[in-house]
T-cell receptor
């Protein structure tokens, strides 16, 4: 079967670093995505990993280990505006993208 | 500037009524999608379309219908046959097939409430 898991909620302090983990199981894999979604708004693309390793993009980095079915999103120098849900998703090939339920991140002052 | 426009943003429906959610994109993307988002669950695919006049069922197509008469437009009709239609509906597009050719671009969403 196919499934994807990520923590429901996390809380972190402004200026700190937070790591959001995601594990998945699938027979077909064509890349892993992270999206950010503020409440009541559209998800927006953050990162895409298709090979193992770390991809860095400013304050955001994403890591993938295909053999372990594991990814994480690392957010550095947290800002209040980073309070949002973070959706982990993988593509199985073709049209199908499987989304996790999302991790709600609360950034406190 | 380019993007995806969904309307209406909020919609209330009485039981037994059909409603149509609009989705228009000016990104010149071939592929378009409709997802449903419920609290505590991941986005679930309702329908997708790779090209004009062609569309395919996703994982939860029952009680929904779509059309793709123009490249820019992919409206979703929520019929009275959908047993639990209250949800947040997201329209998306991609250059090619999502994942294979890049990320999904999402509209702002339509929140449907059945009274």
């Amino acid at each position: 079967g196919q499934n994807i898991d990520q923590p429901t909620e996390m809380t972190a302090t402004e200026g700190a670093i937070v790591q959001i983990n995601c594990t998945y199981q699938t027979s077909g894999f064509n890349g892993l995505f992270w999206y950010q979604q503020h409440a009541g708004e559209a998800p927006t693309f953050l990162s895409y990993n298709v090979l193992d390793g770390l991809e860095e993009k400013g304050r955001f980095s994403s890591f993938l280990s295909r053999s372990k079915g594991y990814s994480y999103l690392l957010l550095k120098e947290l800002q209040m505006k980073d309070s949002a849900s973070y959706l982990c998703a993988f593509n199985t090939g073709g049209f199908k993208t499987i989304f996790g339920a999302g991790t709600r991140l609360f950034v406190k002052a | 500037d380019g993007g995806i426009t969904q309307s209406p943003k909020y919609l209330f429906r009485k039981e037994g009524q059909n409603v149509t959610l609009s989705c228009e994109q000016n990104l010149n993307h071939d592929a378009m999608y409709w997802y449903r988002q419920d609290p505590g669950q991941g986005l679930r695919l309702i329908y997708y379309s790779q090209i004009v006049n062609d569309f395919q069922k996703g994982d939860i197509a029952e009680g929904y219908s779509v059309s793709r008469e123009k490249k820019e437009s992919f409206p979703l009709t929520v019929t009275s046959a959908q047993k639990n239609p209250t949800a947040f509906y997201l329209c998306a597009s991609s250059i090619g097939l999502a994942g294979a050719d890049g990320e999904l671009f999402f509209g702002e969403g339509s929140r449907l409430t059945v009274l």
